[in-house]
């Protein structure tokens, strides 16, 4: 059984840093595709990017492009999360996910396995 455990967030200022990790479980990911999704309240769950645990490619929405980035260290099972230059906007609960399938997808209705989600809040 798959199973994704998160870090816990965190509070920081606009500006710092923080990063999330997904202890990831119950079977290989290295043919999967691995992603990190955020939700506000009152709003839709957002993907914010994705990684290819086998080869490293990966996917980003716009608004994280060159302040975050997603990796993994395949020996710990573990996949990275790590914010830098941190924005109010930021602020949400963010969940790492993967799916039975190892096709790319922006879509949260794609992935099957979630992780218990992470409270990150930046404050201006």
């Known amino acids: 059984q798959v199973q994704l455990t998160e870090s816990e967030g965190g509070s920081v200022q606009a500006g710092e840093s923080l990063r999330l990790s997904c202890q990831a479980s119950g079977r290989t990911f290295r043919s999967y595709i691995m992603a990190w999704f955020r939700q506000a309240p009152g709003k839709e769950r957002e993907f914010v990017g994705a990684?290819?645990?086998?080869?490293?490619?990966?996917q980003y929405v716009d608004s994280v492009k060159d302040r975050f980035t997603i990796s993994v260290d395949d020996a710990k099972g573990t996949l990275f999360l790590q914010m830098n230059s941190l924005k109010p906007e930021d602020t949400a609960v963010y969940y790492c996910?993967?799916?039975?399938?190892?096709?790319?997808?922006?879509?949260?209705?794609?992935?099957?396995?979630w992780g218990q989600g992470a409270q990150v809040t930046v404050s201006s």
């Open positions: 996910a993967t799916s039975r399938s190892r096709a790319w997808s922006s879509w949260h209705t794609d992935y099957d396995y």
């Open positions: 990684i290819s645990w086998s080869d490293g490619q990966t």
